[in-house]
């Protein structure tokens, strides 16, 4: 179960950008838009310098009763997230993030982020190298009466 962050987990992937002057209203219109619950937030040169997410906008906008349309993303933005590599291990993404209770995580390089790792594409692609390893298991107990 050695799979990289990239190709493995996520590829190809188009990541959801917001500005930190944007407001907290536009953001969950593009989460809502992209069908996706969380946001990279980039400076002008679309360097990474934030991550919001669902759970910042419920906690910080929602539970307060703050008028979404006039906070901005810079001020509930998680700054200078943590973030993966492409060639960081799944199982090592995994461990981030239970060990930091985070659901989504960015794919740098060169300080630009080029995918988003989500906890479903985690366990997506944990869920599939186990049922191989169950495969391969059986087969080498069992012969050829499950597998090939």
Do not use: W
Request: charged content about 25%; overall charge negative.
């Amino acid at each position: 179960m050695n799979q990289k962050i990239i190709p493995d987990v996520v590829n190809n992937q188009t990541v959801c950008t917001v500005k930190e002057s944007d407001t907290a209203r536009a953001a969950a219109e593009a989460m809502v838009r992209e069908n996706i619950a969380a946001v990279i937030v980039t400076d002008d040169n679309s360097s990474l310098i934030g991550i919001l997410t669902e759970r910042d906008l419920a906690r910080q906008v929602v539970a307060t009763g703050a008028d979404a349309s006039k906070i901005l993303v810079g001020d509930i933005m998680t700054a200078n997230p943590d973030t993966l590599t492409p060639d960081d291990s799944a199982g090592d993404a995994l461990e981030l993030m239970h060990s930091r209770n985070y659901r989504h995580l960015p794919v740098a390089v060169d300080g630009r982020c080029v995918a988003m790792v989500s906890i479903r594409d985690l366990y997506r692609t944990m869920k599939a190298a186990l049922e191989e390893d169950i495969r391969e298991t059986e087969a080498f107990v069992f012969g050829d009466r499950y597998g090939a």
